[in-house]
């Protein structure tokens, strides 16, 4: 089992930046990978970004030059740095983290990008 806690949600004028943190209750290293996911009100669960525990990254298109995920292995914690935020970006952002002995989410953190 692995319990995920996501923090860094708020409110933020569009174009500016939010830092998410996901920490998680055992060693990220024995995960295989962790990602970010958001939903959108009337819209389905989407990948933003996840990294391995190799070091790999990847990016949904709509974020990429925008976001940047990275991983504290000591601290059991994965960041989500967004910057330049739009109001598109609103969300309920969650973390998953994918296992080889199962798949485990966050109970997520909202954002909201308004002015």
């Known amino acids: 089992q692995v319990q995920l806690v996501e923090s860094g949600g708020g409110l933020v004028q569009p174009g500016g930046s939010l830092r998410l943190s996901c920490t998680a209750s055992?060693?990220?290293?024995?995960?295989?990978?962790m990602g970010w996911y958001r939903q959108a009100p009337g819209k389905q669960r989407e990948l933003v970004a996840s990294?391995?525990?190799?070091?790999?990254?990847d990016y949904a298109d709509s974020v990429k030059g925008r976001f940047t995920i990275s991983r504290d292995n000591a601290r059991n914690t994965v960041f989500l740095q967004m910057n330049s935020l739009k109001p598109e970006d609103t969300a309920v952002y969650y973390c998953?983290?994918?296992?080889?002995?199962?798949?485990?989410w966050g109970e997520g953190t909202l954002v909201t990008v308004s002015s």
């Open positions: 998953r983290a994918n296992a080889f002995f199962g798949t485990f």
């Open positions: 055992r060693s990220i290293l024995s995960i295989n990978d």
């Open positions: 990294t391995t525990n190799r070091g790999a990254t």
